[in-house]
């Protein structure tokens, strides 16, 4: 009994070294909740050429909103009121800047031809930053 034991975890300890390089290197994700209307979707178009850039590399899955579960979603990463893009990278809105600064992917992108002027606090360079981070690229 002791011998199958002892092989038991000898077992579980091999296949933890085999398989934990694996869950280590686990593939980043990006949540995109948006609302499904212009100008939001206009926002989203220089969002959706990085991710592009990115295809095989980044889970990407998309939420409405709107949707009950978009907004069970962002209650969930303590966003409520009418938020018209959230971009999570690995579930987190935030992200540290090589400046330092931390910004949020919450709201429109700051960039020009924005309609009516909506523009954030982030850009799509901060968040193609954010999302190499998360691949381990410089």
Not at 36 to 56: D, F, I, M, S
Not at 115 to 138: I, M
Request: hydrophobic share 45%; net charge positive.
């Amino acid at each position: 009994m002791n011998r199958r034991r002892q092989f038991i975890l000898m077992l579980g300890a091999s296949l933890g070294f085999l398989l934990g390089p694996i869950a280590l290197a686990a593939q980043p994700s990006v949540e995109v909740i948006a609302l499904g209307h212009w100008p939001v979707q206009n926002a989203l178009k220089p969002v959706r050429e990085v991710l592009a850039k990115y295809t095989g590399k980044v889970r990407v899955t998309e939420l409405d909103a709107e949707s009950a579960d978009g907004e069970k979603r962002l209650k969930a990463v303590g966003l409520k009121g009418h938020i018209p893009i959230a971009l999570l990278v690995n579930g987190s809105k935030s992200f540290k800047r090589p400046d330092g600064k931390t910004i949020e992917f919450v709201n429109f992108p700051a960039a020009a031809g924005n309609p009516l002027g909506l523009n954030g606090a982030w850009t799509v360079a901060d968040f193609e930053t954010a999302l190499r981070a998360a691949l381990g690229e410089k």
